[in-house]
């Protein structure tokens, strides 16, 4: 049985006092919560507040950024490292979000230079992939996702993957209200978990956590969870308010 994580991807939003707001209203709301992992996911600027946050409550709860730069150090104006975030109480960090592929040039090879950067610090990836509506409607969904996958896993070796968690994030979800059907989303899954078993094997593959993203919100979240295939959410736009991502952390199965 894997563990559910639920994600949540701030994007651009919140200063570092909205941070430390954020957690007083969140963290009584998910007090005693074990059954799932929680993870949340804001701005560089806010890590230190999130981590200072959590770390004053009993609560387990992991800190992730949003990106990363894969040089451990160098004249590399504006970038942040892997072991960077480690030193600032990271535990977590996105890698390929498709905002990040679609506005700053992420491809699928920095995809895996990040990836193989965050795993030697230590790092959990949440490793995003996922079709544009064109590649959808075209049939090539199948043929996207197996190559996002491969190149992310390329040159990895099973033992040092097991960190690795994939968010399947169709693009025409993302932020649109239009959510994935959980049996879209576990057919989706099930390709990612086959290029993982290629990549790793299937004992890896089978342990391998497939995360949704993509309009998840409290009314949704327990339909999504209750699919077998997936292993949770990364939740963008409902996890700015404490009330609502808590409300998809305790979705009801
Ligand atoms: C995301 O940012 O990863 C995301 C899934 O956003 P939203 O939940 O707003 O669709």
Redesign the pocket.
């Known amino acids: 049985m894997r563990k559910k994580v639920i994600a949540a991807?701030w994007?651009l939003y919140k200063t570092p006092k909205e941070t430390r707001d954020f957690f007083l209203a969140f963290l009584p709301h998910v007090q005693g919560h074990t059954r799932d992992e929680i993870v949340v996911c804001p701005p560089f600027v806010d890590i230190f507040a999130a981590v200072v946050a959590v770390q004053a409550s009993d609560i387990a709860i992991g800190i992730g950024a949003q990106d990363l730069y894969w040089r451990s150090e160098g004249a590399f104006t504006g970038e942040v490292s892997a072991p960077m975030l480690r030193g600032a109480g990271c535990t977590h960090v996105i890698i390929g979000?498709s905002?990040r592929r679609q506005h700053f040039g992420e491809t699928d090879d920095s995809v895996n230079a990040k990836l193989k950067s965050a795993l030697l610090a230590g790092l959990v990836p949440i490793v995003?992939v996922g079709e544009v509506i064109e590649e959808r409607e075209a049939g090539l969904t199948e043929e996207v996702l197996r190559r996002q996958c491969t190149r992310a896993f390329a040159e990895i070796a099973a033992e040092d993957a097991r960190p690795i968690t994939v968010?399947y994030?169709p693009v025409w979800?993302?932020?649109?209200g239009r959510t994935a059907t959980p049996e879209l989303a576990a057919e989706a899954h099930r390709v990612i978990r086959s290029e993982a078993a290629k990549a790793f094997g299937q004992t890896a593959a089978a342990q391998l956590r497939i995360l949704y993203?993509?309009?998840?919100k409290p009314e949704n979240a327990a339909a999504l969870m209750a699919e077998e295939e997936i292993d949770g959410a990364?939740?963008?736009?409902?996890s700015l308010d404490p009330k609502s991502f808590a409300a998809i952390v305790k979705y009801q199965g």
Request: charge should be negative; include cysteine.
């Open positions: 991807n994007k979000h905002e995003c968010a994030e979800a993302i932020g649109t993203g993509g309009s998840v990364l939740v963008g736009g409902a």
